[in-house]
Each structure stands twice: as C-alpha cells, then as structure tokens.
C-alpha cells in the first residue's frame, strides 16, 4: 500500500489536531484485549486515522462513532468484528482485517470463519444472532439495503437496535474503507467481493 498523504508528526499538531490524536492514540481503543497499534514508530497514527488529522471536527464525530460502535453497541463482539470484516472484505481494504482479525481470533473467531468472511462468504455459524447479523452485514455493504424478507429477518432475531447498530457499523467502516482508499493508497483490487 502507497500512502499518498504523508503521516501527520505530534510534534506538528494544531491544537484541535492533537485533541483528536489524543482521543484516538489514548481511547479505548488503545487499551484491552481489543487493542491494536494505533500508532507507528514515529508517533503518526495509523489507517485511516491519519487522515482525520486533517479535519479535526469531522475527525473527532467520526471517531467518536466508531467508539459507540465498537464499545457501546448492543451487537455481540462476535457478530461486531465479524460483520466489520465483511465490510472490508466487500471493500477490499487491507487495513481493517489487519485490525481486526486478531480481535475476532480472540473472541474464539476459527480461520476457517475468517477465510470465508475474507473470501466474501458466509460460514457456517449457528449461533442466529451472527449468522443474521453477517448476512446483513454482506447484504449492506452490497446493495446498501435489505430485502423486505432480510430487514424482518434481522429485526426478529436482532431487534431494532441492533439492527441500527449494524447499519451504523456497516456505513462507518465503510466510510473509513474509502478513506483508506484514498488517502492511504489501499488499492480496490485487494479485495474479493466488489
């Protein structure tokens, strides 16, 4: 992966910049069992964080979604990282998996689970909760809607909160999946299921 937009120093943050580079380097996503490099060697942060830098309001709402989703959100952990890398796999975005995937393999995610979801399919799950919610993951990242069959699916077994949750999760990654793209040079041909 190219990056096209230089890595943003803390020693070169605006005010506003490093009140975002803060609540991202120091967050929750920077500690647990759920954590992973935010930042490089030399302190710039990492994926599509970066480019936040360069807009720190519209950096810090975004960033503050993707703390509701992954912390506050009432999806299982399970179905939330799973559904997050179907989002990448739709996207093909190389980043996301790299995060993600050790989170999912600590929630007891198998690599056979991960290789279908990386391929742009469905494993075979039993548990109802992330088979729906995955299927309604892949369903949103490629059409951006539910059949009128899969909505009453998903809110049955989902319930109405989770399911915007989900579509929430599905918009956001999404969102930082083309800023990857452009901003970090993640090219479209890595991923599976354009």
Same mark, same amino acid.
Do not use: D, N
């Given at each position: 992966m190219s990056t096209r937009l230089a890595g943003i120093v803390p020693a070169n943050l605006t005010k506003k910049q490093a009140e975002l580079y803060d609540a991202i380097a120091g967050g929750p996503r920077? *500690?647990?069992?759920? &954590?992973f490099p935010l930042v490089d060697d030399q302190g710039v942060l990492r994926g599509p964080f970066n480019a936040m830098l360069l807009s720190p309001p519209m950096g810090l709402a975004l960033q503050a979604v993707g703390v509701a989703i992954r912390y506050r959100s009432v999806l299982s952990p399970r179905a939330r990282e799973? &559904?997050?890398?179907? *989002? &990448?796999?739709h996207w093909g975005s190389a980043f996301e998996p790299e995060a993600h995937e050790p989170v999912a393999r600590a929630l007891g995610v198998t690599e056979a689970e991960l290789r279908a979801i990386h391929e742009g399919n469905e494993p075979e799950l039993t548990d109802p909760e992330e088979r729906t919610a995955l299927r309604a993951a892949f369903a949103l990242a490629r059409t951006g809607n539910l059949s009128d069959s899969a909505y009453r699916e998903a809110v049955a077994v989902l319930g109405e909160r989770a399911l915007f949750d989900l579509t929430t999760l599905v918009g956001y990654y999404a969102t930082l999946a083309m800023q990857l793209r452009v901003f970090a040079g993640e090219s479209p041909e890595c991923g599976v299921a354009q």
């Open positions: 920077s *500690v647990g069992p759920q &954590a799973m &559904a997050i890398l179907a *989002v &990448a796999s």
